[in-house]
């Protein structure tokens, strides 16, 4: 069953229009993550959340929000995405320092 | 901050043959180090993990070894086949306090029938 999952698979968006790519989990993490992925590259975190506890990456550009409303959902707000946001999204749980993470399979954004 | 370093980008290899796929990490506070396996269109997922108080550990074809005094860890994939294609990324996490692990490169492993 999956624990950790991305809505949608793909999506396509124009440049500049804004778009949203939820994740839910079912293993009740305290933790979630987003992160980019581009070809061939390792994932770049974007954000984590400890519980509602927001932190942001020093380096994710302004164009990147996201929100927490309960435990089980995130989500990853693009507000005028660019032509280089195309890219994997991945979102991902922990439950405890030190454990591993949980991934989902992740939303291939496309830009027209 | 932690510098995981993983080699070799690509690695190539025939079915039946040994892979190893080797990971330096800068921390030694460092205590936990999961290993990924992505698939083409899928999310990483951990196939084995090892923490500080380990050498080793063993899992059917995968096993994986510690070196804290070298700060180096090693995957090892014994009798390959085909559906071990993949990417595989190591990480390294600290103890106390941080959630978030440094992933390494990553790995491309292409097992050839």
């Known amino acids: 069953d999956a624990m950790v999952i991305q809505n949608p698979r793909y999506q396509v968006t124009q440049f500049g229009k804004p778009v949203t790519l939820s994740c839910s989990q079912t293993l009740n993490h305290n933790v979630m993550y987003w992160y980019q992925q581009k070809s061939s590259q390792a994932p770049k975190l974007l954000f984590h959340?400890?519980?509602?506890?927001?932190?942001n990456e020093a380096d994710t550009p302004d164009n990147f929000q996201s929100r927490r409303p309960n435990t089980s959902f995130c989500f990853l707000d693009i507000r005028s995405p660019g032509l280089g946001d195309a890219a994997m999204y991945l979102c991902a749980t922990m439950g405890a320092y030190n454990q591993p993470q949980h991934f989902g399979d992740g939303t291939r954004l496309s830009i027209l | 901050g932690e510098n995981v370093e993983q080699h070799p980008s690509t690695l190539s290899v025939q079915e039946g043959d040994s892979a190893v796929i080797k990971c330096t990490y800068s921390?030694?506070?460092?205590?936990?180090f999961p290993w990924y396996k992505q698939e083409l269109g899928k999310g990483p997922q951990l196939i084995i993990d090892i923490r500080s108080n380990v050498g080793e550990k063993k899992d059917q074809r995968i096993a994986v070894t510690l070196n804290k005094t070298a700060k180096h860890f090693s995957l090892h994939i014994t009798e390959t086949q085909p559906e071990d294609s993949a990417v595989y990324f190591c990480?390294?996490?600290?103890?106390?306090?941080?959630?978030?692990?440094?992933f390494g490169r990553g790995t491309s492993l292409i097992v050839h029938p």
């Open positions: 990480a390294a996490s600290r103890a106390g306090g941080s959630y978030i692990p440094t």
């Open positions: 921390d030694s506070a460092s205590n936990y």
């Open positions: 959340y400890y519980d509602k506890d927001f932190n």
